[in-house]
């Protein structure tokens, strides 16, 4: 005996193909993403050496004459280029990795929230280059100069090649995520979270908070912390006028007299 169709197996019918759709395209875009970060990473990965010795300049510049850095492990002449070449792909396909979750999303946005979420996805990319040079072009440099400075007499600072990559990696993420403020303002100031006012009355409060962070995730020198949490405030700054900026407009007061 047949069963009668009724209206739910209609809508689960065309509710299905929607959800396949959706799946495939996820797939498709997944697939562009790791292919676009793989073609960077072969394309960089005969430089691997030159970009390492490119980024142990502001170490190399700093030690004393005759000192150099060292390979403690076997691997580790072959797999620390390699990791940093890793790295710079992902840094420089970023923005067709973001392209491709953006048009993912896309079509299920509002035209009002396209408006605002393709400058806040352009100026999140850019904040995280702007973080990450920063980083490499003033803050390393006085770093090791700090560091090679209070070294005791009589020791000689030869940095393992890899311990070396994982810092300067963690300081990049560090400089880059911190410099993101802005952004992480707009937004949670665009979901009615917080309004831009409340922003400038909490900046007390934010002074602590950014020298706190700065503290955790830059050596333990107060010279990188100060040039992480000056920055961190200066940004905080511009989020609020971003946030003010783009801050919808308050609805007409339509109480009747």
């Given at each position: ?54 980024l ?17 492990e ?24 973001l ?12 035209q ?22 920063f ?7 006085t ?34 995520l ?10 949670v100031?665009?979901?009615g ?9 909490a ?55």
């Amino acid at each position: 005996m047949h069963r009668a169709p009724d209206a739910s197996d209609g809508h689960a019918d065309a509710d299905e193909p929607r959800l396949i759709d959706h799946l495939v395209e996820l797939r498709s875009r997944l697939m562009r993403a790791v292919l676009g970060l793989l073609v960077a990473l072969v394309a960089l990965l005969p430089f691997a050496n030159t970009l390492y010795a490119w980024l142990s300049a502001p170490l190399l510049a700093k030690l004393p004459e005759g000192a150099h850095m060292i390979a403690v492990e076997v691997a580790s002449p072959f797999f620390a280029p390699l990791k940093l070449a890793f790295f710079v792909a992902l840094v420089l396909a970023m923005p067709w990795l973001l392209y491709q979750a953006w048009a993912f999303v896309a079509p299920g946005l509002y035209q009002r929230e396209k408006r605002l979420a393709m400058p806040l996805l352009v100026s999140a990319v850019l904040l995280f280059y702007a973080g990450c040079a920063f980083a490499f072009f003033l803050v390393l440099p006085t770093v090791f100069g700090f560091l090679t400075g209070v070294t005791p007499e009589g020791v000689a600072m030869m940095t393992d090649i890899n311990a070396y990559l994982d810092f300067v990696l963690v300081i990049f993420l560090a400089f880059g995520l911190s410099f993101e403020l802005p952004v992480a303002l707009v937004i949670v100031s665009l979901l009615g979270w917080v309004t831009p006012q409340q922003m400038r009355d909490a900046r007390g409060y934010a002074v602590v908070g950014v020298f706190v962070v700065a503290a955790i995730v830059t050596p333990p020198d107060v010279i990188s912390q100060f040039m992480l949490a000056v920055p961190m405030m200066a940004l905080y700054e511009l989020g609020i006028l971003a946030s003010r900026w783009l801050a919808p407009s308050p609805a007409p007061d339509r109480t009747p007299e």
